[in-house]
């Protein structure tokens, strides 16, 4: 979808639910930032967020309070662990910010009103959940639906795990992997690469056109990287071998074939040859009213 496409006039009241598919590390929530400070600084629509990243660190904080334990005394398998049986409680809260956000947008003093999750992986169910709340909360409002996506998404299957095209999955990798003071992702490789996986895991195969149909999602493709960068890096060939045995090693942790621990040494040592491939997209104010428009006319 061209993110230069111009706002078309609607009638008033409209509000634009906008959903995430990604993996960790390739700099959603920074895009979302970016449009959250446009929107605010033009006034031509209200913007809220349900950051999953930020419900899931409050949840975490309170449990560890709540047992006395210091996170720092255990192991990152551990910290996974409680992390993975504090689900319910993460779900519970995620669906309180969503509701939260959708009575700030009822209240906000314009027609158009953009609700975006920042999650990487959204169940069909929390899909159906938001959009009943947004009916039900603004009421007056005329829904419209949207997801971004990453670049290259549903491309080649030959270079894809899942929906995802594998270079994404490696820019992705090495964000993750060499970031520093994430909110979640912060306890070490291998409950980086858990956390990473997990979501991988959960999106290889759920078909995104059953939640996402494309007559009622349109899809907004959006780069998180430089293409140019990465095919510049393969042409040169001298690290091709480590790049296809990492595809291989993430396919099979992806189909849950393979055990991640077994893996960590092997993925962070690679990932370390490969960082060349990263490069950052500098998204200039354009290139975020393009989105923003491009989000308004869904």
Known sequence: MDLSTSVSTKSQR???????????GLGKTSLINKLKDSCKSSSRCGLEITRSDDVRSGVLAQEYASRGLDVTQLSEEDI????????PKIKEELNKDICLK???????PVDRKIFILDKNYCAKNLVQYIEEMASKILPECQVHKAVIVPQNFEAEEKNSVGPFDFDTIVIGLIRSLTRQNHITMNHGNLHTLLSYMSCLQSQYNDPIGEKFPKDQFPRIEVPFYMNHSVSNFKAAGHLMDQY???????????SKKATIKDHVQFICSTINQLKQMNSFVDYDESTIQGLVNTILTS
């Open 14 to 24: 409209q509000v634009y639910l906008v959903f995430m598919v990604g993996i960790p």
């Open 80 to 87: 996974y662990r409680i992390e993975v049986e504090c689900g």
């Open 102 to 108: 959708l009575e700030k947008l009822q209240d906000a």
């Open 244 to 254: 296809e045995r990492l595809r291989q090693v993430v396919t099979e942790l992806a």
